[in-house]
């Protein structure tokens, strides 16, 4: 189905690696955003986005970055100082920023090697 | 800043019986909750959600009713079916047009599983 696109599924990182999660949408929504999901801990905010060029630190952003260079792209990238990187990754994203509705990829699961 | 917590972590229950997953908020500015059901190995959808300004919400077998002055809210689905066991989540927010807005901040998320 599409939507909000996440690439790869699976990513493994070796250690001292950056690596980049891809997500892409063609809903044409303004605002994006990264969630990290951990076993029993529920969707945490890692970055968001309202518009083109704009991108905001959510609750734990230490170890990550992101780039907001086109609308219907907000890749992230998990850096070497992210400790304990291994998590789900969910991309979504909304009409606009805090709107009644999120639309959620599919996911990337990142593993440590 | 906002913390949500979600009761139970797991619930089982025999399909047919009723689920009642709970949560409450510490903002008390809080004026929107959804809920979203994540199944295994899918993406997160909404499946429901409420305003402040309504005490319940219901859409077939599935129903949210909030509290306000106890600041909780929950979530209960009757006649229970196997494609029901997911995982739940809360979430509250402050939504409004400009001014003071904050991010959902969501539970840790209920595993729901209903035995046939």
């Known amino acids: 189905d599409g939507g909000i696109t996440q690439s790869p599924k699976y990513l493994f990182r070796k250690e001292g690696q950056n690596v980049t999660l891809s997500c892409e949408q063609n809903l044409n929504h303004d605002a994006m955003y990264w969630y990290r999901q951990d076993p029993g801990q529920g969707l945490r905010l890692i970055y968001y986005?309202?518009?083109?060029?704009?991108?905001q630190k959510g609750d734990i952003a230490e170890g990550y970055s992101v780039s907001r260079e086109k609308k219907e792209s907000f890749p992230l990238t998990v850096t070497s100082a992210q400790k304990n990187p291994t998590a789900f990754y969910l991309c979504a994203s909304s009409i606009r920023r805090l709107s009644e509705k999120l639309f959620f990829g599919s996911g990337t699961q990142l593993s440590v090697l | 800043g906002e913390n949500v917590e979600q009761h139970p972590s797991t619930l089982s229950v025999q399909e047919g019986d009723s689920a009642v997953i709970k949560c409450t908020y510490s903002?008390?500015?809080?004026?929107?909750f959804p809920w979203y059901k994540q199944e295994l190995g899918k993406r997160p959808q909404l499946i429901i959600d409420?305003?402040?300004?309504?005490g319940e919400k219901k859409d077939q077998r599935i129903a949210v009713t909030l509290n306000k002055t106890a600041k909780h809210f929950s979530l209960h689905i009757t006649e229970t079916q196997p494609e029901d066991s997911a995982v739940y989540f809360c979430?509250?927010?402050?939504?409004?047009?400009?001014?003071?807005?904050?991010?959902?901040?969501f539970g840790k998320g209920t595993k729901l599983s209903v035995k046939p």
């Open positions: 986005s309202q518009i083109v060029n704009d991108f």
């Open positions: 903002d008390s500015a809080s004026n929107y």
């Open positions: 979430a509250a927010s402050i939504l409004g047009d400009g001014g003071s807005q904050g991010n959902l901040i």
């Open positions: 409420i305003r402040s300004n309504v």
